[in-house]
């Protein structure tokens, strides 16, 4: 059995494992057996290679193997006796031998999971915002969604910030034509910053047929390093001159929104609605983000290293796929794990906490609630029951619900326990809109 247990660190352990070969012998013997039934060697039937010649072809490598297989059982009895819950794998160390000693002695090294000892959370305070979404909110939400659905149509006038010309242009430095430097039939909204901004603001004023030259100063930060900080001098003709037309909030606008019978009334109660439920989910994550730091601050522990490296291969490799998927080559991203280690740390340590909580405090999440989650967020999209059995069909997938359902659990205990303070803030102080 494994000797006295090393206290490394504060997670870190070690043990030494002894294994006789006397022991193994019979263990090789027959696997060595089983094999010379099926070898396979030139100049024999399959299965009739001698004993002796099957053992020197594989003898050492079925020596190895069950050599490896003796230490992990070893190693798996041992921490079962001493109670110890191993995080990751153990690292095994082969220590020297002496030539006439028939026993291999190896160190193994292995990480242990944190003993948690959960804080109290009748300290800690937590601000819950207080929202009452007003007609201004409603008004803001229907000009968003006008603005959506802009038209434009010519005008004989000046053009100003907002309108939508076509130009042609030419750009040249020092006299001399530059790449890109030139275009026709060029459509912009002026203010939209599609250009830089002095070259847009030049245009301000132009009406139809208008030809105007002017010089532009690029910043020395641009990303073409040909023009960067020098002046280009551009002669720019307007072609188009288009003014915005916003739709009217009328019967037809409702309408066009789902309301059947085209009700203003109904459209501004459909959004209040919208807004409330965002107000809902938005307040409930204010909570779960302050519920969660407060756990994490209350009870001190040490994460495991080896958690915490996976995290991090994980993190990285989520961040690279997600930058692929938006046409990023990822190779080129000098990606280090240093940049998810602080991330990853606090994702290991609040999963061990919650963990903890949830087995403490009985909070496993029921099957109903699982499916209540995966329903609410199938109900976004035009196939719902598709995408219920879609969770359904995946167990990655099935456990990404059950951890929301986890997380909801310990967030509705929580809130039992901590100080809990109502903030009265604006809608777009909740959502973040400055």
């Known amino acids: 059995m494994g000797s006295n247990v090393e206290n490394l660190g504060a997670l870190e352990r070690r043990f030494d494992i002894t ?44 020596q190895q193997d069950v050599l ?8 798996t009895d041992t921490v079962k006796e001493l109670n110890l819950q191993v995080a990751g794998y153990p690292r095994f ?6 030539d006439n000693d028939a026993r291999y002695t190896f160190s193994a090294t292995f990480e242990v999971y944190p003993e948690i000892v959960l804080g109290d959370l009748s300290k800690q305070n937590i601000e819950r915002p207080n929202v009452r979404v007003a007609g201004a909110d409603i008004d803001k939400t229907l000009d968003m969604i006008r603005k959506q659905r802009v038209t434009y149509e010519p005008v004989d006038r000046s053009a100003k910030k907002g309108d939508r010309i076509k130009i042609d242009y030419r750009g040249v430095i020092d006299g001399n034509d530059f790449g890109g430097g ?41 990303h073409g390093k040909d023009i960067a900080g020098k002046t280009v001098t551009f002669e720019v003709k307007l072609s188009e001159l288009e003014a915005s037309v916003l739709p ?17 009334k109904k459209l501004r109660e459909g959004i209040q609605q919208d807004l409330e439920r965002e107000v809902s989910k938005r307040t409930r994550t204010k909570l779960k983000e302050q519920i969660m730091q407060s756990l994490l601050d209350t009870t001190q522990i040490e994460a495991p290293g080896v958690l915490i490296n996976q995290e991090i291969e994980r993190l990285m490799q989520n961040a690279r796929s997600g930058l692929e998927a938006r046409g990023m080559k990822a190779k080129e991203m000098p990606f280090t794990p240093d940049l ?3 991330k990853a740390e606090y994702r290991v340590k609040l999963g061990l906490i919650l963990a903890e909580v949830v087995r403490v405090h009985a909070l496993k ?18 196939n719902p029951e598709q995408v219920v059995k879609w969770h359904y069909a995946s167990s990655e997938r099935l456990q990404e619900a059950e951890s929301l359902a986890l997380e909801e659990n310990v967030v509705n205990w929580a809130l039992d326990k901590v100080k809990l303070t109502d903030k009265t803030v604006t809608f777009d102080e909740l959502m973040g809109i400055s």
Not at 93 to 98: G, I, L, T
Not at 248 to 264: C, E, M, P, R, Y
Not at 365 to 382: C, G, K, L, M, W
């Open 19 to 62: 294994i006789s070969l006397e022991k193994l012998q019979s263990e090789i013997e027959n696997r060595l057996k089983r094999l010379a039934k099926t070898t396979k060697l030139h100049g024999f039937r399959p299965g009739k290679v001698p004993f002796k010649m099957v053992t020197q072809m594989y003898g050492a490598q079925v």
């Open 68 to 75: 490896n297989d003796a230490v992990h059982k070893e190693f």
């Open 93 to 98: 160390e082969a220590k020297p031998a002496d």
């Open 182 to 222: 030139k275009a026709e039939g060029v459509q912009l909204i002026l203010g939209d910053g599609k250009f830089l901004k002095d070259f847009e603001a030049s245009l301000v004023g132009m009406k139809v047929g208008n030809s105007k030259s002017f010089d532009v100063v690029f910043p020395e930060d641009y």
């Open 248 to 264: 009217n909030v009328d019967a037809d606008f409702a309408k066009l929104l789902g309301v059947s019978d085209g009700d203003i």
């Open 340 to 342: 998810f280690k602080e």
């Open 365 to 382: 999440a029921t099957p109903e609630q699982v499916r209540n989650i995966i329903e609410d967020a199938a109900q976004s999209y035009e």
